[in-house]
């Protein structure tokens, strides 16, 4: 019996040190938060703007409409051979809100690959997210007018070039103090972003685009997901309460930025103001500001 008592009271205080380890591991996590760090219903989720093959019957859905885009000015490119990525609204359902994913400047997966934005569409129940991907040509993204060379159907902000370097579209980027090589200037391709263009495809108040035949067939194509700058910047723009639909009334004050995963300091430009006397064809749908429903 007293061997066993001696056994018993060994392996208690030989578990001493991992319960103490295992609170250390736990603080030391907390640690790598920003100071701001919302409350534990903001913790950051997985990139959810991966490539999707899903039909819209299978499709989480949202019963609440994103609201409208924001209107804000492109950053100066960081260097040659970013491509842009337009910002985007995501969903967090333990919120449950809508969160801004500000626009930025990606490094491509490799040379010869152009980004599909993500997009939202309306569908029976609600409205349906479908993720963005790298791939040789851009595919189906709603219609939907992100700017900067998204106008709704291909990109036209800039082209690769047969040399392998990437040619930029002067109207609708902001080269900065870039002296890149290969540029071009199609002026027939707006750069305006002074309104609010609807963030969704379909119902009311959304955009009433679809997708051709050939769309369809490289939405079904193998895809190059997010790169880790991307899914890092996503992960921070979950963190951030400022960027939550309920808190900024549809405005992030963090817009775009120069840099992914970089929401601070120079090179972020925020939302502007729309004149008052703009026509209000965004968006007609209750949007997630709106609305304080829970997702289906």
Not at 91 to 115: A, E, H, M, N
Not at 258 to 275: F, P, Q, Y
Request: charged share 15%; with cysteine.
């Amino acid at each position: 019996m007293q061997k066993l008592v001696t056994g018993l009271l060994l392996f208690s205080l030989g578990c001493v040190p991992c319960v103490l380890l295992a609170q250390e591991n736990v603080s030391t996590d907390k640690t790598d938060y920003p100071a701001n760090f919302p409350p534990s219903g903001y913790r950051p989720l997985p990139p959810h703007f991966q490539p999707r093959r899903l039909i819209a019957a299978d499709l989480e859905k949202v019963s609440v409409a994103p609201p409208p885009l924001p209107s804000y000015e492109q950053p100066a490119i960081p260097a040659q051979a970013y491509i842009w990525v337009p910002g985007f609204w995501a969903w967090r359902k333990s919120v449950p809100d809508y969160f801004w994913v500000p626009g930025t400047w990606v490094r491509p997966p490799k040379p010869g690959l152009l980004w599909t934005p993500p997009y939202w569409s309306q569908v029976d129940g609600g409205y349906a997210f479908h993720g963005g991907y790298w791939a040789t040509e851009v595919g189906f993204y709603g219609g939907i007018d992100y700017g900067f060379g998204y106008n709704g159907s291909g990109y036209r902000g800039g082209r690769w070039e047969k040399n392998g370097a990437f040619s930029y579209n002067r109207a609708v980027n902001n080269l900065g103090s870039l002296s890149a090589p290969d540029v071009y200037d199609d002026q027939t391709v707006t750069a305006d972003t002074d309104r609010l263009g609807a963030s969704f495809n379909g119902g009311a108040g959304g955009v009433q685009a679809r997708a051709t035949k050939h769309q369809e067939a490289l939405a079904a194509a193998d895809h190059v997901g997010a790169t880790i700058a991307q899914q890092k910047h996503f992960e921070l723009a979950a963190m951030d309460r400022s960027l939550y639909s309920k808190l900024n009334n549809a405005k992030p004050a963090v817009a775009a930025t120069s840099h992914a995963g970089v929401l601070d300091g120079a090179g972020i430009t925020h939302s502007r103001e729309i004149s008052p006397n703009r026509s209000a064809e965004s968006n007609e749908a209750t949007t997630g500001v709106d609305s304080k429903q829970e997702p289906r």
